[in-house]
Nanobody, 123 residues
Framework: QVQLVESGGGLVQAGGSLKLICYAS????????AGWFRQAPGKAREIVAA????????YYVDAVKGRFTVSKDNANNRVYLEMSNLKPEDTALYYC????????????????WGRGTQVTVSS
C-alpha cells in the first residue's frame, strides 16, 4: 500500500509559478509510475502529467505542455510538478497518484491517490 500527501498549492497571479510536491510512503514506491491529476469545480478529474517508475519517460496533456514539468525522485519517495506561466484555467484541486503504466506514462492507470492541494490562479 502507498500513501500520498500533496503540498505546495496556493494562490498565484497569472504568469506565476508553483511547485507541487507529493510525499509518498509505503512499500515499493519506486516500482510505481506516478501522475498528477486536477479537478476544477463542475468538471471531471483529468490527467495533467505522468512519469514512468524510473522517471525517464514523461507524458503531458496538451494544455500544459511547455509549462509544466513532472519528475520522480525515488531516493526520497517524492514526485514533483513544476508549473510555470500559470493561467486562470489551471485553477483546480491537484491530486497526486501512483499506479501502473503498462505501455508508458501515456497509459498511466492510477491505483493510489492523495487528497489534493488547491491551486488558484488569479487574472
Amino acid at each position: 500500500q502507498v500513501q500520498l500527501v500533496e503540498s505546495g498549492g496556493g494562490l498565484v497571479q497569472a504568469g506565476g509559478s508553483l511547485k507541487l510536491i507529493c510525499y509518498a510512503s509505503g512499500r515499493n514506491f519506486d516500482a510505481y509510475a506516478a501522475g498528477w491529476f486536477r479537478q476544477a469545480p463542475g468538471k471531471a478529474r483529468e490527467i495533467v502529467a505522468a512519469v514512468s517508475w524510473g522517471g525517464r519517460a514523461t507524458y503531458y496533456v496538451d494544455a500544459v505542455k511547455g509549462r509544466f514539468t513532472v519528475s520522480k525522485d525515488n531516493a526520497n519517495n517524492r514526485v514533483y510538478l513544476e508549473m510555470s506561466n500559470l493561467k486562470p484555467e489551471d485553477t483546480a484541486l491537484y491530486y497526486c497518484a501512483a499506479g501502473a503504466a503498462p505501455a508508458g506514462p501515456s497509459t498511466f492507470d492510477p491505483r493510489h491517490w492523495g487528497r489534493g492541494t488547491q491551486v488558484t490562479v488569479s487574472s
